[in-house]
């Protein structure tokens, strides 16, 4: 059954003036207009499509992919605002509509915002809303630590950071912890770093622990050999020379120093690296 708001798979039941038809199930037939319907398509075919509601309250499919889909968050700019709210390019012909009473704060023509994707009850039509809190799961998370996740930026605060994690909860990047430029609505991997007692989630970029060091310290190793057998960079260099230079963390960075130090691989003096002769 065809379910609105999400890329369905829907089978092509006949062609017809206008587009071709879909077996919605419940919803009924579904038109996929000429427009976007593949010239090769047949009776029987099986389509990935999403599914919507057009102005006129008809359900229609497209083969376009939206920025989001229903239960979903992304960075969507504003592309007119009018007396019921703004309407936002989300990546298909009809803008998506986040109402006055959904919107944190006035929302501004041309700039973008992160929003949530959901059906409103009342209508049944796909709605936005930057009111993030309000969709985002508040029961305790069952993240594992080192678990790897898929993160949206948000707001940066005094402490880090905020982004959401695989569409369900807040967590945490400490401005410790970063080592590389980060932007609002950037979408990108992370890792499970602590589940605190209080509920709040730390997060990082790169995989926690001895796990990362052993594949680093072979990195780390490699470059030494690279460089002739010394490099210019100690335990003591800014963490903004080592993540530029390596892409990791100071932390990451004298946890792999540390295990070639312990396998008498390298010497550390006060000028750099060393390969042991």
């Known amino acids: 059954m065809a379910q609105l708001g999400v890329l369905n798979t829907l089978t092509v039941l006949r062609k017809g003036n206008y587009g071709v038809i879909l077996d919605g199930g419940e919803l009924g037939d579904v038109l996929l207009p000429l427009r976007e319907a593949p010239e090769s398509c047949a009776v029987g075919d099986a389509l990935e499509v999403f599914v919507y509601m057009d102005s006129d309250d008809t359900v229609v499919a497209t083969t376009q992919r939206p920025l989001a889909q229903v239960g979903e968050f992304a960075l969507m700019k504003v592309a007119s605002a009018t007396r019921f709210g703004a309407f936002l390019d989300w990546g298909l012909r009809k803008n998506l509509l986040v109402p006055f009473a959904e919107q944190s ?50 707001e940066h605060t005094d402490i880090g950071y905020k982004a959401i994690i695989n569409n369900r909860h807040w967590g945490v990047l400490h401005d410790a912890d970063v080592f590389q430029p980060l932007r609002y609505g950037q979408r990108l991997a992370g890792y499970i770093k602590k589940l605190r007692e209080d509920g709040k989630i730390d ?20 470059k030494i050999k690279a460089a002739g057998g010394s490099i210019n960079v100690t335990d003591k260099s800014p963490p903004e020379v080592i993540y530029a230079r390596f892409g990791v963390s100071k932390k990451v960075f004298k946890q792999a120093i540390s295990a070639l130090y312990r396998e008498r691989l390298i010497t550390i003096g006060a000028d750099g690296l060393r390969l042991v002769r």
């Open 105 to 154: 704060g006035n929302m501004a023509v041309g700039r973008a915002y992160v929003v949530h994707v959901y059906r409103d009850k009342r209508t049944g039509r796909l709605v936005g809303s930057t009111r993030l809190d309000k969709f985002l799961d508040r029961t305790p998370a069952s993240y594992t630590p080192r678990q790897a996740v898929d993160l949206l930026v948000c």
């Open 203 to 222: 997060l990082v970029l790169q995989p926690p622990g001895y796990a990362k060091v052993e594949g680093i310290a072979g990195e780390l190793l490699e």
